[in-house]
């Protein structure tokens, strides 16, 4: 695991926040990046995400702290941009992209790093602000999640050496197959379901008539 969290690696995943262009590049065809370092982005911005969805101010939180389950939304998480990667890779398969896989999802968890870093630093500010002070916690949660865009926009038209115009059709498409792969997903689930109450039922007589 050394291998992925070297000090060359960790240097492109914080250049992206500076260098995008040049350190997607880098990832992509000198092979920079680390998945490993990119799920521990993701695992940032999920604990960053239900932190603030715990412990941010009332003027800006109107979430009841009690409701909130941690491990389900940092799953939910990571389901969202596990759907991404998969979805943007079926669709840039299909439309000449040159990233693989691991290279999607390289610069998808590369990208949650702003919105990870900042995420913190507006809960805090939430703490401290007045009522009419509300706009510099919006400001702040702003710039993160802008950023965030801007690199994921960058990292896919990078790696799949796309215009800014394909990409932008490319994100649009993807999201079509996310609902798709949702889609699918809950069907196997119904049919998994329906496999399981009828082969229940089907144990259940044979104990009766036993």
């Not at 995943?13 to 680390?34: A, K, N």
């Not at 940032?44 to 003027?59: C, D, E, K, Q, V």
Request: hydrophobic share 55%; proline share 2%; aromatic share 12%.
């Amino acid at each position: 695991m050394g291998k992925y969290f070297t000090r060359e690696r960790v240097g492109y995943m914080f250049g992206v926040l500076t260098r995008p262009l040049h350190s997607f590049y880098e990832i992509r065809h000198r092979d920079q990046g680390s998945v490993p370092l990119a799920a521990l982005c993701v695992f940032l911005l999920s604990a960053a995400f239900t932190l603030n969805r715990i412990f941010a101010g009332f003027i800006v939180n109107d979430v009841n702290p009690r409701t909130v389950d941690g491990l389900e939304e940092m799953g939910a998480i990571f389901l969202i941009l596990g759907l991404f990667c998969v979805g943007n890779w079926s669709v840039t398969c299909l439309m000449d992209g040159e990233g693989r896989l691991r290279d999607i999802v390289t610069v998808t968890g590369y990208a949650m790093l702003p919105a990870a870093l900042l995420l913190g630093p507006a809960t805090l500010l939430s703490l401290v602000i007045a009522e009419g002070e509300t706009a510099f916690y919006a400001i702040v949660m702003g710039a993160g999640i802008a950023w965030t865009v801007i690199l994921l926009l960058t990292g896919v038209m990078t790696v799949h050496n796309y215009t800014l115009l394909k990409t932008l059709v490319t994100l649009g498409l993807t999201f079509v197959a996310m609902l798709i792969l949702v889609f699918i997903g809950l069907l196997i689930l119904d049919l998994i379901n329906q496999a399981y109450v009828f082969l229940y039922s089907i144990y259940t007589e044979l104990i009766f008539r036993i």
